[in-house]
């Protein structure tokens, strides 16, 4: 997500066939034969042309790499692709499952003290309800916490 219109973020397609293809280091014929056998899948405009983002650059340039430094197949080089694909997705799972966890924590926490009190509360024979409710006081303007007793006397 961008902050300003102005801003892109890498996978924004905004790059045509013919400058992706100069930016990649490649032929435009080629960028349209990695489209179909599914190695780069380009975004497309409303004309159906090909709008090609930064992450679908740095895929060419991986493709490239792959080919000409690694010895790769086209075929092995879709499924080391397709295997990245997988193991960025599933680290943005794991990233949103760790924060769950976390916040559940703070939860479970928050539940265990909340029991306490209540089992303090319990065992001191006092009323649950006035020692729990936190009431805002108009003359501090600040939370308080409700006297075991109720409401004491306005003072003025």
Do not use: C, F, W
């Given at each position: 997500m961008t902050s300003s219109p102005y801003e892109m973020s890498d996978d924004m397609p905004v790059y045509v066939?013919?400058?992706?293809?100069?930016?990649?280091?490649?032929?435009?014929?080629?960028?349209?034969?990695?489209?179909?056998?599914?190695?780069?899948?380009p975004g497309r405009s409303a004309?159906?042309?090909?709008?090609?983002?930064?992450?679908?650059?740095l895929a060419l340039r991986e493709v490239q790499r792959l080919s000409q430094e690694e010895g790769v197949n086209l075929s092995g080089i879709k499924l080391i692709l397709d295997q990245l694909r997988e193991l960025e997705q599933a680290r943005r799972l794991i990233a949103e499952l760790h924060a769950e966890v976390t916040q559940l924590r703070v939860e479970l926490e928050s539940t265990r003290a909340v029991a306490a009190r209540l089992a303090e509360l319990r065992r001191s024979g006092g009323d649950p309800r006035a020692a729990l409710v936190?009431?805002?006081?108009?003359?501090?303007?600040?939370l308080g916490i409700r006297p075991q007793g109720g409401e004491q006397g306005n003072n003025g």
């Amino acid at each position: 997500m961008t902050s300003s219109p102005y801003e892109m973020s890498d996978d924004m397609p905004v790059y045509v066939i013919s400058v992706a293809a100069q930016l990649a280091g490649m032929h435009p014929q080629t960028l349209r034969a990695y489209d179909r056998i599914g190695l780069v899948s380009p975004g497309r405009s409303a004309g159906r042309g090909r709008r090609y983002s930064m992450r679908d650059i740095l895929a060419l340039r991986e493709v490239q790499r792959l080919s000409q430094e690694e010895g790769v197949n086209l075929s092995g080089i879709k499924l080391i692709l397709d295997q990245l694909r997988e193991l960025e997705q599933a680290r943005r799972l794991i990233a949103e499952l760790h924060a769950e966890v976390t916040q559940l924590r703070v939860e479970l926490e928050s539940t265990r003290a909340v029991a306490a009190r209540l089992a303090e509360l319990r065992r001191s024979g006092g009323d649950p309800r006035a020692a729990l409710v936190p009431i805002r006081d108009a003359r501090l303007g600040t939370l308080g916490i409700r006297p075991q007793g109720g409401e004491q006397g306005n003072n003025g």
